[in-house]
């Protein structure tokens, strides 16, 4: 893959909690027992900030979630940068109807799938994509490219805020459910790329 290699959440911090990984070494099984559990109430993830990375208007995020319960006109952040202004934001939920995903900015919403693109209390394969410039979102369930009923225009800005998991920042839009092996790329990955990191995990 061309262009910037990802920035591994669970690399930039050596504490414990970013050394847990949910594939074996080869990449091949899922180990859903070294997962981040987070409770909807006061859990999130920090990483130091990597003043090297920086994401634009192309950009990739991807996690394996666990949400804990079904969710309606509501959000739960998988990845967020603090509220920054014009940053993505990957959460699950939306404006409205039922356990879709969307990605956010503080001014309004960028992306959302249709309902029931996430089903609670199962491990899904969750990707967000931008290819640049213009409504080029896409977003991906366990490989597969889900519809999306909002596809916006907008300008995304990096922000040297502290990059989060779990929660919009560090009082909001906090997950309810598991995470893992989160990933920012400053690439777009292609639809071969996402099926193949889904295959990997032998699900």
């Excluded at 995020?61 to 509220?83: D, F, H, L």
């Excluded at 640049?132 to 995304?156: D, F, M, S």
């Excluded at 989160?182 to 032998?202: C, D, K, R």
């Amino acid at each position: 893959m061309g262009g910037k290699q990802p920035m591994r959440i669970d690399q930039i911090n050596r504490s414990p909690v970013y050394q847990r990984r949910a594939f074996d070494r080869a990449g091949r099984s899922r180990r859903s027992d070294l997962a981040r559990e987070f409770d909807g109430v006061d859990d999130v993830v920090q990483a130091n900030t990597e003043s090297t990375f920086a994401v634009g208007n192309t950009i990739s995020v991807e996690a394996w979630i666990k949400p804990a319960v079904s969710i309606g006109a509501a959000r739960q952040t998988i990845y967020g940068r603090n509220n920054s202004s014009d940053h993505p934001m990957f959460q699950f939920g939306g404006f409205a109807g039922t356990n879709r995903l969307c990605v956010v900015i503080p001014s309004g919403i960028m992306a959302e799938t249709a309902d029931n693109a996430v089903t609670p209390g199962e491990w899904q394969h969750v990707v967000y994509t931008r290819s640049g410039p213009g409504a080029t979102h896409r977003i991906y369930v366990n490989g597969v490219e889900r519809p999306l009923v909002t596809n916006a225009t907008t300008t995304y800005v990096d922000s040297p805020s502290a990059k989060l998991i779990g929660g919009r920042n560090t009082t909001t839009a906090r997950f309810q459910g598991a995470i893992d092996e989160v990933a920012v790329y400053a690439t777009a990955l292609t639809s071969q790329q996402i099926s193949q990191h889904y295959a990997a995990s032998g699900r």
